[in-house]
């Protein structure tokens, strides 16, 4: 075989080859497999599209929303972007530094009742660390060491 010809059949080839795996992609229900992220305004702007499908929802833990019923291991609160709210219902334990102002992102979907529900809760933090000063005062070192103690509560 002429090497002009074997290498016509290998492009041939590996064409045939990408558009299988493009195929594939395209018509093999990629999109049950994708989450989408939400802020709370587009959800509830969207809820009917929203039941059902798999999100992930960011925002902030709106203060005085917070409902531990340990005894059922359920935690509800409701989250805020400023504009809209979404209650949310998780289960499981929360994130250590989980508690009321903090940004969190939940992943699960919405229920008839509009009810985010979720078992998987993630805690937005600053990956920056900074050491505190040498010559903090003792009231100052007092108010970080209390600030600490209230993401353990």
Known sequence: ???????RLFLVGALVAAGA???????????ENLVYYWDVSQLVENRAKARGAVIR????????????KSNENVLEFDITDGTA???????GAPPQMFREGI????EGTVTEAGTFETDRLMVKHSNE???????????ERKALYDSVLEGEG
């Open 57 to 68: 929802l960011g925002g902030m833990v709106k203060e005085g929303t917070v409902d531990w």
């Open 103 to 106: 940004g969190v992102v939940v």
């Open 129 to 139: 660390y900074k050491a505190p000063d040498e010559d903090m005062t003792a009231e």
């Open 21 to 31: 795996a493009l195929a594939a992609i395209s018509f093999g229900n990629i999109g």
């Open 85 to 91: 709210i979404v209650a949310v219902r998780a289960t």
């Open 1 to 7: 075989m002429k090497p002009e010809t074997s290498r």
